[in-house]
């Protein structure tokens, strides 16, 4: 038995954030109804999109019903105001006040349900002077602090090639609604929950914070000899700061002077001298290939490895041991797609429910259906585009 089985979440976000949550919640078994506008979720056409889906789209969105209502028109209204009303939890990603003016806000739904769970997820949060602003991942990267500590080796701030901040918001928000659910089975309270992708960015860097409080604002060196070093056929990534890694470096290396000079006789000295180290070390890694330095390192016990692109990894050895990817069928796909095993979490099922995901508005019959509409009258509202 899943968690949340019985548990009914209307999901009215859309991007990556909001969506990521309720797959989560949908994974421990929810029912999810994801309601989308006509033209589907604009999280659907993030990147390259492939017919009704875009990547990101496929990975957060699995195990949900989707029903795509036109909330302008007044059938199409009525029906998320019953969904929202019926649910245990409400999500939505809209900007402050935009559920209010239909009916869909927190107030509007514990008026009739007062047992509901109510998430919000915003850029900023719902009060403070950015409140409106729209936002992205990468806005919140930069505004959060997040790019002045990736910089690259002329010193110029860089965002992350991925969509980092969304995750990590969605997770924040799913381990903010599984309480909220406990607490209610406790106390037979509902909630309203208040996430902001600034405010997980900030949450997630609370030791970089710290850091630069007592620090100062030039990023730390966590120790040294640290990095990724290129070799002959590509790159790894070393971390030999400790003493005996060090030791074993140096010897590996054919430097093992360095062992006795007071320049490196402990790590917050070797932190120091960071430069000499590292200008003499990258020319000596470009004269073996990767896995040589590998097998030397794993042979010395030194913490490295291979920078893998996403094709080494599907191929290597303890990916394929753990079963920590899953190769899952998806409608309108000629081949399997990668999805990764979700910690903490069942196993993903290749052909079940909870590895489907929905087109826009594939389940809007069905949903239809169980709050009491008869054919007629769904295809009444399809031809009147309240509904697709």
């Known amino acids: 038995m899943r968690a949340f089985e019985g548990i009914r979440v209307f999901d009215a976000t859309q991007g990556v954030a909001g969506p ?34 875009c990547a990101y789209g496929l990975a957060v969105n699995r195990g949900k019903r989707s029903i795509a209502l036109d909330l302008k028109h007044p059938d199409g209204l009525a029906i998320a105001q019953t969904l929202a009303a019926d649910a245990d939890v409400v999500l939505e990603s809209f900007r402050p006040g935009v559920m209010g003016r239909f009916g869909l806000d927190y107030e509007s ?71 909220a659910l406990f607490l209610r089975e406790r106390t037979g309270e509902g909630q309203y929950l208040d996430i902001s992708l600034a405010g997980s960015a900030a949450a997630f860097q609370a030791g970089k914070m710290i850091e630069y409080r007592l620090e100062g604002a030039e990023p730390a060196v966590l120790g040294a000899p640290v990095g990724t070093f290129q070799t002959k056929d590509g790159f790894i990534n070393m971390n030999a700061r400790r003493d ?46 990767s896995a040589e330095w590998l097998a030397l390192l794993e042979k010395a016990d030194i913490l490295a490895a291979k920078v893998n692109d996403f094709g080494d990894l599907f191929d290597d050895p303890q990916v394929k041991a753990v079963d920590q990817v899953v190769w899952l ?20 099922e290749p052909g079940s429910f909870l590895a489907h995901v929905p087109e826009p508005g594939e389940q809007t019959d069905e949903i239809l259906a169980e709050i009491g509409f008869d054919s007629a009258r769904i295809a009444a509202l399809r031809a009147d585009k309240a509904i697709r």
Not at 123 to 142: F, H, K, L
Not at 148 to 163: A, C, E, F
Not at 246 to 268: H, I, T, V, Y
Request: glycine share 8%; proline share 8%; net charge positive.
């Open 20 to 53: 990521h949550c309720a797959m989560l919640l949908a994974q421990h078994g929810a029912e999810i109804i994801k309601m989308e506008p006509l033209a589907g979720d604009w999280g659907r056409s993030i990147g390259k999109k492939h017919g009704e889906h």
């Open 109 to 179: 739904i514990r008026a009739k349900n007062p047992k509901v769970i109510y998430l919000s997820v915003t850029g900023y949060g719902q009060q403070g002077p950015y409140r409106n602003r729209p936002v992205t991942d990468s806005v919140i990267q930069a505004y959060s602090g997040w790019m002045s500590i990736n910089r690259d080796k002329d010193g110029l701030p860089q965002r992350i090639s991925i969509i980092a901040i969304d995750v990590m918001t969605g997770l924040y928000a799913f381990q903010a609604v599984a309480p």
């Open 244 to 289: 005996p890694h060090f030791a074993a470096l140096c010897n590996m290396l054919g430097l093992e002077e360095w062992k006795s000079d007071p320049r490196f006789a402990d790590q917050q000295k070797r932190i120091e001298n960071e430069a000499v180290l590292m200008e003499t070390i990258r020319p000596r890694m470009l004269d073996k290939t």
């Open 329 to 348: 069928e998806q409608n309108g796909f000629g081949q399997t797609l990668p999805v990764p095993q979700i910690p903490g979490q069942p196993k993903i």
